[in-house]
């Protein structure tokens, strides 16, 4: 098969991933853009969290949230939280520190959001334990069905089951739900 027709594919792949992925991320995508912004409108603080390429998402949502999206708008208290570099990818071995951060830097009324393909990295589960603790919300974005992550939520938590299996299409579908949650948090704030 040449590059060319390979490319082709790939991309077909994301686009029927994302057809597929409007009516089931549409409802968990407004409830967390909801719960996002009566967060920063109580004054709270977005913090985010995810290893491996999971983390570059989680410091692109923080990233937007505190510069902008499309409309111009003051900047919103958004955190990236950074793991010690013992994980560098998704799922890998336990670091302790995101919920070292989350117990140094959250408050109740505080918000987390956390990124994982696949819903298995420990880090990250210790990192919604430390979010309950500490009296915060918390965000899933997930593969699948959540795994791990998803059991350890709570019903004030947001499940975002992302339809995909292969961990190319679960971040392509995360990139949208970044940029779909921060044009819900905007259109809260600022109006259509």
Known sequence: MPLTQRIHDQLQACIQV?????????????????????????????LTCGVGPSGLAARHLAAILVDRLDKERPGLAAIALHGDGAGMVDDA?????????????????????????YGQARAVVEAI????????????????????????LTENDVLICLPAESAARIHEVTLFAVHALCDGIDYFLLGA
């Open 129 to 152: 334990h430390a979010a309950h603790e500490r009296d915060l919300r918390v965000v899933v974005l997930a593969g699948g069905d959540g795994g791990q992550a998803a059991e350890v």
């Open 18 to 46: 994302l057809s597929d992925a409007g009516g089931s991320l549409a409802e968990p995508l407004g409830a967390a853009a909801r719960g996002m912004t009566d967060c920063l409108l109580a004054e709270g603080k977005i």
């Open 93 to 117: 071995e336990f670091s302790p520190g995101f919920a070292r951060q989350i117990a140094a830097l959250g408050h109740p009324g505080d918000l987390l959001v956390v990124f994982s393909a």
